[in-house]
C-alpha cells in the first residue's frame, strides 16, 4: 500500500488547538531531557509533537508569516534562488548512469544525445552560480525562516513535560493515527512507546 493509499484511506483530522496556558504558560512544565536516555526523549518529542501539533503548526504559520511581512523580497528572492539551484541539480544528477558508484562516467553519450542541451545546463549553471552569490543573503535568510520554527518546535517537544490529558490523548492516538502529524510520523516510521 502506497503513502497516498494509506492517506486517502484514512480520515485525518485537525487535532485541537490547546490553550497557551497548558502550552507555554501557567501550567506548562519543563525540564531539560535526560541526554543518556535517548529513547525516553524520543519518545517525550513524539508524544508531545502528536498532542500539540496544531500549536506547533500555528507557530510555524506566525514566525514564517512574519518573516516575509518584515522581509519579502529576500525570502523569495532566496526561496527562488534555492529551487532554481535544486533545479539544475536534479537535472545534472538525474541525467547520469543509473550506477550510484558511477558519477563522472559515461558523459560522452549524453553529449551525443542532444549538444543543444548543454547549452541550456551550461546556463543554468551560471545563471545558479550569479544568483547564489548576488542572493547569497536572502538565501541565508529564507533558510533561517524556514528552520527557526522547527527548531523551536523541536526545542518545545524536548524540554516541555507531558501532563495527565497529554498522556490519554496520546494512548488513544497510539491506536488510530488519524491526524497529520501522525501521519506523517508513520510515514517516516517513528513510532512511540506506550
Same mark, same amino acid.
Given at each position: 500500500?502506497?503513502?497516498?493509499?494509506?492517506?486517502?484511506?484514512?480520515?485525518?483530522?485537525?487535532?485541537?488547538?490547546?490553550?497557551l496556558?497548558?502550552?507555554?504558560?501557567g501550567?506548562?512544565?519543563?525540564?531539560?531531557?535526560?541526554?543518556?536516555?535517548?529513547?525516553?526523549?524520543?519518545?517525550?518529542?513524539?508524544? %508531545?509533537?502528536?498532542?500539540?501539533?496544531?500549536n506547533? &503548526?500555528?507557530?510555524? $504559520?506566525?514566525? #514564517?508569516?512574519?518573516?516575509?511581512? /518584515? +522581509?519579502?523580497h529576500?525570502i523569495?528572492?532566496?526561496v527562488?534562488?534555492?529551487?532554481?539551484?535544486?533545479?539544475?541539480?536534479?537535472?545534472?544528477?538525474?541525467?547520469?548512469?543509473?550506477?550510484?558508484?558511477?558519477?563522472?562516467?559515461?558523459?560522452?553519450?549524453?553529449?551525443?544525445? %542532444?549538444?543543444?542541451?548543454?547549452?541550456y545546463?551550461? &546556463?543554468?549553471?551560471? $545563471?545558479?552560480? #550569479?544568483l547564489?552569490?548576488r542572493? /547569497? +543573503?536572502?538565501?541565508?535568510?529564507?533558510?533561517?525562516?524556514?528552520?527557526?520554527?522547527?527548531?523551536?518546535?523541536?526545542?518545545?517537544?524536548?524540554?516541555?513535560?507531558?501532563?495527565?490529558?497529554?498522556?490519554?490523548?496520546?494512548?488513544?492516538?497510539?491506536?488510530?493515527?488519524?491526524?497529520?502529524?501522525?501521519?506523517?510520523?508513520?510515514?517516516?516510521?517513528?513510532?512511540?512507546?506506550?
Amino acid at each position: 500500500m502506497s503513502a497516498g493509499d494509506a492517506l486517502s484511506a484514512q480520515n485525518i483530522q485537525l487535532s485541537p488547538l490547546r490553550s497557551l496556558d497548558d502550552f507555554i504558560l501557567g501550567s506548562a512544565r519543563f525540564q531539560i531531557p535526560n541526554l543518556k536516555d535517548v529513547d525516553k526523549w524520543g519518545n517525550r518529542v513524539v508524544k %508531545n509533537l502528536l498532542y500539540y501539533q496544531t500549536n506547533y &503548526f500555528l507557530l510555524f $504559520l506566525v514566525i #514564517y508569516g512574519l518573516m516575509i511581512v /518584515l +522581509n519579502p523580497h529576500k525570502i523569495i528572492c532566496g526561496v527562488t534562488v534555492q529551487t532554481l539551484i535544486i533545479v539544475v541539480v536534479l537535472g545534472f544528477f538525474l541525467k547520469k548512469p543509473k550506477s550510484k558508484f558511477k558519477h563522472f562516467a559515461n558523459w560522452s553519450s549524453i553529449i551525443q544525445e %542532444n549538444p543543444q542541451q548543454n547549452w541550456y545546463f551550461l &546556463f543554468g549553471v551560471v $545563471l545558479s552560480g #550569479y544568483l547564489t552569490l548576488r542572493w /547569497l +543573503n536572502a538565501m541565508l535568510l529564507s533558510s533561517f525562516t524556514l528552520l527557526l520554527p522547527m527548531s523551536l518546535t523541536f526545542i518545545h517537544a524536548s524540554l516541555r513535560l507531558r501532563n495527565i490529558k497529554n498522556k490519554v490523548v496520546n494512548t488513544m492516538e497510539s491506536f488510530n493515527p488519524s491526524t497529520p502529524m501522525g501521519v506523517f510520523l508513520d510515514l517516516l516510521n517513528i513510532t512511540m512507546d506506550n
